[in-house]
């Protein structure tokens, strides 16, 4: 069974660069998560989605950042134009809904995205 | 707002010993859930092991087991018969049930496990 598909792995580029990262959640989750992790911030939620539709994007640092979501199984994390201090580690991470049910549903991460912009 | 703390940055055992990481939480509300999750130096964020707040019995997965104390809002893993591949960074981390789905984080401890 697939888990979360984070790609690429690693991504090098230049300030002032456009930047995709690109995520395909697990089939059937309906939540879908985008996190950034730094030494000095550690694990922060950007944006996170319920049925392709954004939910809370309180988390996103700028303008420059956007997330889409056209369909159940892709997303994409757009920076545009990257900085240096937007290097770090980018998580994606899926879920099922809680139904109501008082049942735990985790979050399941991909390998995550490693950015560096020069 | 619900907050995450992990009041030990670096931990470092010997194999085969018996560790415990700390977390405590704040929150207000009384139906949540606590996860632990841990990063092996390949970046990946692997679930360890799952508590709802609502059962009293604490959780366990083999060598992990946590120590669940509702009232003082503490959450700690113990790792039994530790092994070199634990070693790791362990992540604590809180979620509200239904429609909320965000997971909040702790800072995070990092452990080595020495053979």
């Known amino acids: 069974d697939a888990g979360v598909i984070q790609s690429p792995r690693h991504e090098v580029t230049e300030m002032g660069q456009e930047v995709t990262l690109r995520c395909k959640p697990i089939?059937?989750?309906?939540?879908l998560f985008w996190y950034r992790q730094t030494m000095m911030r550690g694990l922060e939620l950007l944006i996170y989605f319920n049925n392709n539709v954004p939910i809370d994007d309180s988390g996103m640092p700028e303008d420059r950042f956007s997330a889409k979501m056209p369909n159940a199984s892709f997303s994409t994390l757009k920076i545009q134009p990257s900085e240096p201090r937007d290097s770090a580690v980018y998580f994606c991470?899926?879920?099922?809904?809680?139904?109501?049910?008082?049942?735990?549903?985790?979050?399941?991460f991909g390998d995550g995205t490693r950015l560096s912009i020069l | 707002a619900q907050t995450v703390t992990q009041s030990q940055p670096e931990m470092s055992v010997q194999e085969a010993e018996t560790v415990t990481l700390s977390c405590t939480y704040d929150?207000?509300?009384?139906?949540?859930?606590l996860f632990w999750y841990k990063q092996p130096p390949s970046r990946q964020m692997i679930l360890v092991i799952r508590q709802e707040a609502y059962k009293q019995q604490n959780a366990t997965e083999n060598r992990f087991s946590v120590n669940f104390q509702k009232a003082a809002k503490s959450f700690s893993l113990k790792i039994s018969d530790s092994q070199l591949g634990d070693t790791a960074m362990y992540f604590c981390?809180?979620?509200?049930?239904?429609?909320?789905?965000?997971?909040?984080f702790g800072q995070g401890t990092r452990l080595t496990i020495n053979p």
């Open positions: 929150t207000s509300e009384n139906n949540y859930y």
């Open positions: 981390a809180f979620m509200k049930p239904q429609r909320a789905q965000k997971l909040v």
């Open positions: 089939s059937g989750h309906d939540y």
């Open positions: 991470a899926s879920s099922f809904g809680d139904r109501g049910v008082r049942v735990s549903q985790p979050q399941h």
